[in-house]
């Protein structure tokens, strides 16, 4: 299945990374990382950092999966509010995860600087408006959830917010420990500097059809009939790892994105804060680094890729109707538009380690909003994990979790 269509913009400002290696038949590595995104690329930074032997194989072209189509919006927020994600799961896991969620994007933001990679990445802050009177509410509530577990928020109301931001809504909740970035290019950049540094192996165009454990690891099968054997298999492919998975743990949805023509920088928001909002689904939109608007949601649950794809017109018309509502004075006009397939869990957290009763096979599945830095997070878990040291995250992003 297409994870998108369209034209999503990191693949056209972008270029593409055109490289060719083909797996042996009979080859072997220790480590074997299925999906070359973003995720893929984070647990091969960590992996690879600690001296850790690994192979990364593809069906498609490096990095031209979900991570091309990403919006790349970093918040500590998840997609579940914590005040509703108390009502959910163990108050432990709850606090653990958000407060893990915030630690990520100062881990990601090291790894740039310690590698020289250019991700585009810059800290922004983060507006969380009251779509309506329910909205208000909730987002009271969850300004003092927030505050008893010492998370960073404050809470705007809606004469703070008018003269600050321009936008006339009930209220938001804010805090300045959000960021953006280039996923695409990020992920290529990782993975060509580890390629130089660590000797790491790149097999796009490596379609892996089956697995089968043996007594020390897996056997890999290709669809053109090729066999690798690793001793660790890891799952990094998005919703398309349910093939590796006994049950199925998220939901598919469809999603729409849109970026503008470039706008003069003193058009833009005050502090070109990343913005969303309480209605579900929720709008969001973020700036580019020349200037442009990139706006999505819209989202609705996934049937198939032929009304997933007659939807983006409308879509996008209801998203730039959306942006008007909010800046009515912003002359936003669109230059591409693109959709695509997500997955979500039911509490909004992913799933991160091994799956009970499967010897040697790691997920690091970043489904929802966050897929970034739960990456980031998975990535670290699974280090830890091969490397025998605990982690608490384990626990409260497992399969087992309650």
């Known amino acids: 299945m297409d994870l998108y269509a369209g034209y999503p913009f990191w693949l056209i400002k972008n270029p593409l990374y055109n490289y060719i290696n083909e797996a042996e038949d009979g080859m072997h590595t220790d480590v074997a990382i299925i999906g070359s995104g973003i995720t893929g690329a984070l647990?091969?930074?960590?992996?690879?950092?600690?001296?850790?032997?690994?192979?990364?194989?593809?069906?498609?072209?490096?990095?031209?999966?979900?991570?091309?189509?990403?919006t790349a919006q970093l918040q500590y927020e998840i997609d579940v509010p914590l005040c509703r994600l108390l009502e959910k799961v163990e108050e432990k896991t709850a606090v653990?995860?958000?407060r893990a969620s915030l630690q990520s994007i100062t881990d990601i933001e090291q790894l740039f600087r310690k590698t020289r990679i250019d991700a585009e990445f810059e800290r922004r802050s983060s507006l969380f408006l009251a779509s309506d009177k329910k909205g208000c509410k909730e987002i009271k509530k969850e300004y003092e959830t927030r505050?008893?577990?010492?998370?960073?928020?404050?809470?705007?109301?809606?004469?703070?917010?008018?003269?600050?931001?321009?936008?006339?809504?009930?209220?938001?909740?804010?805090?300045?420990?959000?960021?953006?970035?280039?996923?695409?290019?990020?992920?290529?950049?990782?993975?060509?500097?580890?390629?130089?540094?660590?000797?790491?192996?790149?097999?796009?165009?490596?379609?892996i059809v089956r697995h089968d454990a043996t007594r020390n690891g897996y056997i890999l099968y290709t669809d053109d009939g090729k066999q690798i054997s690793c001793?660790?298999?890891?799952?990094?492919?998005?919703?398309?790892?349910?093939?590796?998975?006994?049950?199925?743990?998220?939901?598919?949805s469809s999603t729409y994105a849109l970026v503008t023509e470039p706008l003069h920088?003193?058009?833009?928001?005050?502090?070109?804060?990343?913005?969303?909002?309480?209605?579900?689904?929720?709008?969001?939109?973020?700036?580019?680094?020349?200037?442009?608007?990139?706006?999505?949601?819209?989202?609705?649950?996934f049937k198939n890729e032929r009304l997933r794809d007659a939807l983006?017109?409308?879509?996008?018309?209801?998203?730039?109707?959306?942006?008007?509502?909010?800046?009515?004075?912003?002359?936003?006009?669109?230059?591409?538009?693109?959709?695509?397939?997500?997955?979500?869990?039911?509490?909004?957290?992913?799933?991160?380690?091994?799956?009970?009763?499967?010897?040697?096979l790691f997920f690091a599945l970043g489904y929802g909003g966050n897929g970034i830095t739960f990456s980031m997070i998975a990535a670290q878990v699974i280090r830890n994990k091969l490397k025998g040291v605990r982690d608490e995250r384990e626990a409260v992003f497992g399969f087992n979790r309650k």
């Open 312 to 360: 983006l017109p409308r879509k996008t018309k209801r998203l730039l109707e959306k942006c008007n509502e909010l800046f009515p004075h912003l002359p936003v006009r669109c230059d591409m538009t693109w959709c695509g397939t997500f997955s979500s869990t039911k509490d909004g957290l992913p799933y991160i380690g091994a799956y009970p009763g499967s010897r040697n």
């Open 43 to 70: 647990v091969a930074h960590e992996l690879c950092s600690s001296s850790i032997s690994c192979a990364i194989f593809d069906k498609r072209a490096i990095s031209t999966g979900s991570s091309a189509a990403s």
């Open 231 to 252: 001793n660790y298999l890891i799952i990094a492919a998005g919703y398309q790892a349910s093939s590796f998975l006994p049950r199925k743990v998220m939901d598919l």
């Open 96 to 98: 653990i995860a958000y």
């Open 265 to 301: 920088a003193d058009q833009l928001w005050h502090d070109r804060s990343l913005i969303w909002e309480t209605a579900f689904p929720y709008f969001y939109l973020r700036t580019t680094a020349d200037n442009r608007i990139m706006m999505g949601g819209e989202d609705v649950s």
């Open 147 to 207: 505050k008893k577990y010492g998370l960073p928020v404050s809470l705007l109301e809606q004469e703070a917010l008018l003269q600050t931001y321009g936008i006339n809504r009930l209220g938001a909740l804010w805090n300045e420990e959000a960021a953006q970035m280039d996923a695409y290019r990020s992920a290529i950049l990782l993975l060509q500097h580890h390629q130089r540094k660590h000797d790491l192996r790149l097999f796009p165009y490596t379609h």
